[in-house]
């Protein structure tokens, strides 16, 4: 265990990071992000975990940052801008190394994967579905814009045409449907995601080591060269972003759980 709210466990070679604030479907917050980069780190450095898997408790895998949190935040005077600077180094740190190590990560991705939800998935290397799983980019809908190496990540999964249809649409994806466009590369009945991900796990951990870290690390140098100044790039725009009117009206049409009405 690394807090309350991030569990992990280490098992016959397999590192089980698990969301664990599953009464807000594993809203990220700073501890939660705080705790994530622990178990990450604590994975990467033990060579006993040759594999890792990451899911969710309860219902929902995560549903993205904490906007109750936030918003708490800025009722209290606090400066939005600050909020997002300080939960997305504690983010970007986790994804940057969840890229970096050499180890292969399935996600076991069970209910609700929105917002930095859906970049911790798309960061892993293989993800799992359950057959009740939902995809929602969700940022733009509040306002915002995405962090998480969302906008290096998922145009390279899904294509850039398809990426675009997230941002600006922001449809909700079924299982079937991210499994069609390629977002996950498995959709599996729920009662047996758990069982299905540690099967999967288990046959990478019996595998060569070296070699699957060697091919992540090449995939990595191909495809997302410039992931570490794409962060960087997310992390300055979105805190400039909660700043504006766009997300003052949208994170107040989410409290109220209302329409959000942007440049009335």
Not at 185 to 191: S, Y
């Amino acid at each position: 265990m690394t807090s309350d709210s991030v569990l992990l466990s280490i098992d016959a070679g397999i590192g089980t990071i698990t969301l664990n604030r599953p009464e807000v479907l594993n809203a990220l917050d700073f501890a939660m992000a705080g705790g994530l980069v622990r178990a990450v780190q604590r994975c990467m450095e033990d060579p006993d975990v040759r594999a890792v898997i990451l899911t969710g408790a309860g219902r929902g895998f995560c549903a993205g940052g904490d906007m109750k949190a936030a918003w708490e935040h800025i009722q209290a005077g606090g400066d939005p801008r600050h909020f997002f600077r300080d939960l997305t180094v504690r983010l970007h740190r986790v994804i940057s190394d969840m890229r970096l190590m050499e180890k292969p990560i399935v996600a076991a991705i069970n209910g609700a994967a929105g917002g930095a939800g859906m970049s911790l998935a798309a960061a892993c290397d293989l993800r799992l579905a359950g057959a009740n799983a939902r995809f929602r980019q969700a940022y733009t809908s509040i306002g915002l814009v995405p962090d998480g190496g969302w906008t290096a990540i998922v145009p390279h999964l899904i294509g850039p045409g398809k990426a675009a249809e997230l941002l600006l649409l922001d449809p909700v994806l079924d299982a079937q449907t991210a499994l069609a466009v390629g977002l996950v590369h498995e959709v599996v009945p729920d009662a047996q995601l758990v069982e299905r991900a540690r099967e999967v796990a288990a046959g990478l951990a019996r595998g060569p080591a070296t070699a699957f870290g060697g091919a992540k690390a090449l995939v990595n140098g191909v495809v997302l060269p410039a992931l570490e100044a794409q962060l960087e790039r997310e992390r300055q725009r979105i805190i400039s972003q909660a700043a504006t009117a766009d997300f003052r009206e949208g994170l107040s049409a989410f409290v109220e759980k209302r329409q959000a009405k942007f440049n009335a």
